[in-house]
């Protein structure tokens, strides 16, 4: 069956760091895959996308990487701040005209 | 903000009540999407329109049902209402379909005694 899994254990880092996140994926041929933050009782909000035929993308700090080979996206956030704590879901296009997201990880910045 | 609003915000009921809730798209978008997010499931896709017709359906139950109106608006019906039923309920809109970035309203906070 079709499964996206994230680090489901909080990931913490000191400001200034570099935050990496992990998304794997089974059973899936997404054309594309997305990002999202998501802050407590609020709803995602929209980060990067990347296509299946672009290795790396990059928005000010943010960087995400996409191998088809490995199934898996890293998302990295550098120079990290506590205003950066929050959870990050990834989000894949499967089959049957739908996204689906993971379970999300959640950062926290410490000073 | 996002420019999709979501009503009511919070929404307390009891076990095998209806409710509706409802959702008005970003200017100009034409899909709507209803998620369900729950502490042990993550955000679950439910269904999705686009201009005023299905376009595509998760892991919702029989006892749920949404429309698309004419103009755009959406409202996601929950009736039977279990306990289970509790969770934040999420909308979102895309211009058109889901290669497009999806805009998420603030959720409706649904709880069932």
């Known amino acids: 069956s079709q499964k996206i899994e994230q680090n489901s254990e909080a990931l913490n880092i000191q400001e200034g760091k570099t935050a990496t996140l992990t998304c794997n994926y089974t059973n899936y041929s997404p054309a594309y895959l997305q990002w999202y933050r998501q802050d407590p009782g609020r709803g995602p909000v929209f980060l990067l996308l990347i296509r299946e035929n672009e290795k790396e993308k990059r928005k000010e700090r943010l960087k995400v990487t996409f191998d088809t080979t490995l199934k898996q996206s890293l998302f990295h956030i550098t120079a990290s701040q506590p205003a950066d704590s929050a959870t990050y879901l990834c989000a894949l296009a499967g089959g049957g005209n739908k996204l689906t997201f993971g379970t999300g990880t959640q950062l926290k910045v410490e000073l | 903000d996002s420019g999709v609003t979501q009503t009511p915000k919070h929404l307390i009921t009891a076990t095998g009540q209806r409710v509706t809730l409802r959702c008005s798209p970003r200017s100009g978008d034409l899909s709507v999407y209803w998620y369900q997010q729950s502490l042990d499931q993550g955000l679950q896709f439910l269904i999705q329109y686009y201009n005023g017709e299905e376009r595509a359906k998760g892991n919702i139950l029989e006892r749920f049902s949404a429309q698309q109106f004419p103009d755009l608006h959406s409202e996601l019906n929950l009736s039977s209402l279990e306990l289970g039923d509790s969770a934040l309920y999420f909308c979102?809109?895309?211009?058109?379909?889901?290669?497009?970035?999806?805009?998420f309203g603030p959720g409706t906070r649904l709880t069932v005694l």
């Open positions: 979102a809109s895309s211009p058109r379909g889901i290669s497009d970035t999806q805009y």
